[in-house]
């Protein structure tokens, strides 16, 4: 259990902030994909249908089809990784880092940590939008950083220690406003 004690807001922050958040459960979904896969090529490789060639090839290209689909978008959303350095937040999704989002912080009014993100708030997992809401990138349920933009929109990012990619936003962000000294 973490401790939830606030910490000094003007302590020493790293130059870069990782973070990371993982869904376990998007596994079993990617097994899932990769069982139509594989039962696409069992039917292409090892069928003999005798209701004819139409019926076979839309059964294979249907199977294969959805398989990847799934296979891929439960993969692109496996984990998300958080990486803030001086000048901006980069956002990246799954083990190829796709999609991205790259937030310069001049483009952040403020962040706010939020302890209870959940997939049913935003419409499920992935990277959504919503009107009312703004933006996210929502891999698991538990807690997020909620950036507010310039701009007026939100852009929500679930990821573990959120409380502390906060306070090292809002440290930068008091760095970075004119007027105050450093």
């Not at 799934?70 to 937040?89: I, N, Q, R, S, Y």
């Not at 809401?133 to 929502?138: D, E, I, L």
């Not at 950083?145 to 090292?168: K, M, P």
Request: proline share 5%; hydrophobic share 45%; aromatic share 8%.
């Amino acid at each position: 259990m973490r401790d939830h004690h606030p910490r000094d807001e003007n302590a020493p922050h790293p130059d870069v902030w990782h973070g990371r958040a993982t869904n376990r459960f998007q596994w079993l979904l990617a097994l899932a994909g990769a069982a139509c896969v594989a039962l696409g090529i069992e039917l292409a490789v090892d069928s003999a249908w005798a209701s004819g060639v139409a019926p076979l090839v839309m059964s294979v290209v249907g199977c294969i089809a959805a398989g990847l689909l799934v296979l891929f978008g439960t993969l692109a959303f496996v984990h998300v990784d958080l990486k803030l350095d001086k000048e901006c937040l980069e956002i990246r999704c799954g083990h190829i880092g796709l999609p991205r989002r790259r937030i310069p912080l001049a483009h952040v009014a403020g962040a706010d940590f939020e302890p209870h993100v959940t997939p049913r708030h935003w419409g499920g997992w992935g990277y959504r939008w919503r009107p009312e809401k703004g933006t996210a990138v929502v891999v698991r349920r538990g807690e997020g950083v909620v950036l507010r933009l310039w701009d007026g929109h939100t852009f929500t990012i679930t990821v573990d220690d959120a409380e502390s990619a906060v306070r090292v936003i809002r440290a930068r962000l008091r760095q970075s406003t004119p007027g105050t000294a450093h």
